[in-house]
């Protein structure tokens, strides 16, 4: 049998050869291009259709007294996301998770368009859910694909009967858009809560922790099928915990104290610094800033005409009248203006230039020296003596007790108040538009000398330590982080200390003090003080205490202020002399408070 032979060209083979060695070439190319080059993408992208991340929140850390009782801690509300990508039909999901939520559809949309970042990633639609109406999304899984839920923390205060401190703690607020660009790369994230007054916004990095995540398998549906074998949870980090020098008994028996007063309360460890308790009124309840504020409760706080979300102990402005006299008499003292020989006939009126400046006591003190003129608080010996001065130098000794400055106190929300000096005079009113009048002012804490209550507490807890100061602190890590002994040390004679304690206990312990009815019996406590009243033309004047009082080696200092209280003698000092005995245990804690 005859067979033909096929003769193909050389060439033609060699074509051929090449062309197949040029496709195996592009295939090995893209089977490397799809199997290792890209391989971390495509298993991205896979890894999108088949595993939902579920972001684990992390509690913040607690917030706790200085003995370890808690005055902040977390609870858990439920939340509904939907991711949009597995969303099969959007509107009749939204219409039937509005229906099982009982909220309106529009309040689903609104929220998915707010909280929205990627058609792969969850957005909120809905927050704080009841556990009756999560399972009813849950009852209904199968017909909702897309729709998930989470556990969120929010804030809760167990100890809030005995204790509220909400201008300490402060508030925590769901983020803003500004914010998120301003924390950008911080793992926040549309939603989420940051810090924004008190000591949630201070210490907002070490209080919120790091989120966590749980990796779910899903199936072509966006069911879950359960977790991914191949990839380990993400656990949450819990925030730090803060401990507070506040003592929490103290703190609530203050507030109790101040309750339906307007005002604010400081109590500070003299010699640390550390803040026993920080009040002021009227406060807000915390449980409505817990979790996600609505607009109505909002509005409700911070359209009040009593500003319950001012916090007066470190914000408000005060002149502080005749309590600020103490450091006129420091001034004079240290630059040998006056000695305790030195004396003024008070008659009640001190006529300057055209006008008559008057004395509390209208009668007048009679013949009074500079220990006189504190325990009674004379204005006409103040009178004098400032004529013997400049406001600079005044200035020089009101700055040197932190005056027209911040404290340094660890919460945000502080004012530096104002103490004039002669730039800030001639910026105020024009150069050489202001006159000795304003000085008069000045001496007395008047005219445009502004104080907080904290900077007075401050003012005596460094007359209390004879000059050693320290910096208001409301924790107590930095306690341990900074030695006792530091601290800044002012340098004044000895005899001015001796002669400012003598009349500030004079104050309430001679029969002539404007506190004396306010004076703690039994000798066992000493208490120093001085009154203020201070005229606002607003109304009533507001009513000022502030002092110091020692038992064995402890010392506390404080101030209390009543907003329109009349007279500091009969309505703030009252007050100072209850935290006092209570502090030191000297009513036995049988003050019965209203």
Request: charge should be negative; proline fraction near 5%; charged fraction near 25%.
């Amino acid at each position: 049998m005859l067979k033909s032979e096929i003769r193909v060209p050389r060439v033609k083979r060699r074509v051929a050869d090449g062309v197949v060695m040029v496709l195996l070439s592009v295939l090995v190319a893209r089977l490397y291009y799809l199997q290792v080059y890209r391989h971390e993408k495509f298993q991205e992208l896979a890894d999108y259709n088949r595993i939902r991340p579920v972001t684990i929140h992390a509690p913040r850390g607690l917030i706790l007294d200085r003995d370890g009782r808690v005055l902040a801690s977390n609870r858990f509300v439920y939340t509904i996301s939907v991711i949009r990508d597995e969303l099969v039909d959007e509107e009749t999901e939204f219409e039937m998770i509005a229906r099982y939520l009982d909220v309106p559809a529009g309040e689903i949309e609104a929220n998915l368009n707010k909280y929205y970042r990627d058609r792969f990633l969850p957005a909120m639609v809905s927050r704080e859910v009841s556990f009756r109406n999560l399972s009813l999304i849950e009852e209904h899984r199968d017909d909702l694909p897309g729709v998930i839920y989470s556990k969120f923390p929010v804030r809760r205060y167990s100890n809030k009967a005995e204790v509220n401190a909400s201008h300490i703690l402060g508030y925590l607020r769901e983020i803003s858009r500004e914010e998120l660009d301003r924390h950008d790369g911080e793992d926040y994230a549309p939603g989420d809560f940051s810090g924004a007054h008190g000591i949630e916004k201070r210490y907002d990095s070490r209080l919120r922790g790091k989120k966590g995540s749980l990796f779910l398998q899903v199936d072509a549906l966006g069911r879950e099928v359960g977790p991914v074998k191949e990839r380990d949870p993400i656990p949450a980090e819990p925030g730090e915990n803060i401990y507070l020098t506040i003592d929490a008994r103290l703190q609530g028996y203050v507030e109790r104290l101040l309750r339906d007063r307007t005002g604010a309360a400081v109590v500070l460890n003299a010699a640390s610094g550390e803040v026993l308790a920080l009040v002021s009124m009227p406060d807000y309840p915390l449980d409505d800033f817990a979790g996600f504020i609505e607009m109505d409760t909002w509005a409700k706080h911070s359209d009040n005409e009593s500003r319950p979300l001012f916090n007066r102990s470190v914000s408000g402005l005060y002149p502080p009248g005749s309590a600020i006299k103490p450091i006129t008499a420091i001034m004079a003292l240290e630059n040998g203006l006056v000695d305790l020989d030195w004396t003024v006939t008070c008659t009640g009126e001190y006529l300057y230039g055209d006008r008559i400046f008057g004395c509390w006591v209208p009668e007048g003190h009679g013949k009074v020296n500079l220990m006189d003129a504190i325990t009674e608080s004379c204005n006409i010996y103040f009178y004098h003596l400032i004529q013997k001065a400049d406001l600079d130098t005044w200035f020089r000794y009101a700055r040197l007790f932190g005056f027209g400055q911040k404290t340094g106190i660890d919460l945000p929300e502080e004012n530096s108040g104002i103490a004039p000096n002669t730039t800030f005079m001639n910026d105020k009113y024009g150069e050489n538009s202001w006159s000795g009048g304003h000085l008069l002012n000045v001496a007395i804490g008047q005219g445009d000398v502004l104080v907080t209550p904290i900077q007075m507490a401050r003012f005596m807890a460094t007359v209390a330590m004879r000059g050693f100061e320290r910096r208001p602190r409301l924790t107590l890590e930095e306690r341990s982080s900074e030695k006792e002994t530091e601290g800044n040390r002012m340098e004044l004679e000895e005899s001015t200390w001796d002669i400012i304690q003598r009349a500030m206990w004079n104050v309430l312990n001679s029969p002539k003090g404007t506190a004396f009815s306010s004076r703690v019996p039994g000798g066992e406590i000493d208490f120093f003080g001085k009154t203020g009243t201070s005229e606002n033309p607003h109304g009533e004047p507001h009513a000022w205490f502030i002092g110091f009082a020692r038992k064995g080696e402890e010392t506390i200092a404080f101030s209390t202020l009543v907003e329109h209280g009349g007279k500091g003698g009969s309505t703030a000092a009252p007050l100072a002399r209850r935290i006092v005995e209570h502090y030191f245990g000297a009513d036995s804690l049988k003050v019965a408070i209203k």
